[in-house]
């Protein structure tokens, strides 16, 4: 999985990097489709800062359907390679996209062929309504940040719903909120660990993770509450959000609300057996369809989860021993990909 941004790039360069990763690992490629929220890295494109919410979506949305239809170029058995007729491909299997979209126009097709997965898979986070709209129209997976199990459960269908107007089926789409792990052989050695990972947190990061959402605290008391009415540019609507609830819930101190906000924010402590029941309370409650496992440490965190964590979650029969498939799409238990072309084809009969 690789991060890379809608509003940095070129879908044809973009396109053919993933088509390749593909074609090279065998068809474990996925694309983490951001459309990056952050004024500092806009400054290292040309920008002063970054591009609104809308424009950002709307470039995100088009930027992956040509992908998409690049990724559609070449149908099964399009290259021959046949010397003897001279024919390299079937043209009646290459298709040219001759996409002209608000911002982008690309003829293709993809000079690159035959991807084990068809597509690569496409992961999105975002929760704002934007978000889950690209989500449901294009994501394969997404990364979800959920604050509580009820929210989380929201959260999962609503965006589940939204598919259907984009023809796709609530299985093609796997939700994963993220986890944080903080495993302990008691209770008692969990919670330890977990002090010790907060007591690293140093203020200024702490306040640096509140920025976004509420603007500069610097200049109030860590240990008193939150003044009325600060609030930040709020680039990842989502991710404020979350944070506003927590406040208004909770009513926390700066200090109190920071601790909370970065990764430990879905931090699960305890036993072996306390996380498998977390986990397995959500999944059976159709708040998630698997997990993003995100170890506070690594690779002390992730080896802990491995070691510790997965044997419970197959001794209850809620995780494989073996991989179901060879592409990672398989092993996401996702159905194969079927291009547009064959799609219209089949529309058409
Ligand atoms: C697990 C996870 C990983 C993310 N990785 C990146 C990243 O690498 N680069 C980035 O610009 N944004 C990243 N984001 C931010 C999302 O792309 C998105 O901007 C954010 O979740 C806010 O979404 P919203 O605008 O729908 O509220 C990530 C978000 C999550 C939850």
Known sequence: MTTASTTYNEPYNLARKFATLDLISKGRAGWNVVASWSALEAQNFGLETTL???????????????????????????????????????????????????????????NVAGMPQGHPVIVQAGASEQGRELGAATADVIYAISGSREDARAYYADVK??????????????????????????????????????????????????????GDLSGHPLDGPLPDGTLGRQELRSVSALLVERLKREKPTIRELYLRAGLTGSARIGTPADIADAMQEWFEAEACDGFNITPATLPGGAEDFVEMVVPELRRRGLFRAEYEGRTLRQNLGLRPVTSRYSRERRAAE
Request: aromatic fraction near 12%.
């Open 52 to 110: 609104d919410y809308e424009t950002r979506y709307a470039r995100s949305a088009e930027f992956v359907e040509v992908v998409k239809g690049l990724w559609d170029s070449w149908d099964d058995g399009a290259l021959l390679f046949d010397k003897a007729a001279g024919r390299y491909f079937d043209d009646a299997k290459m298709h040219v996209l001759n996409h002209k979209g608000q911002f982008f126009k690309v003829r293709g097709p993809l």
């Open 161 to 214: 719903e939204r598919m259907a107007k984009y023809g796709r089926a609530p299985d093609d789409l796997k939700i994963l909120p993220a986890l944080c792990p903080v495993v302990g052989r008691t209770r008692g050695e969990a919670q330890a660990r977990y002090d010790a990972l907060q007591a690293l947190i140093d203020p200024l990061s702490g306040l640096g993770s509140l920025y976004s959402t509420f």
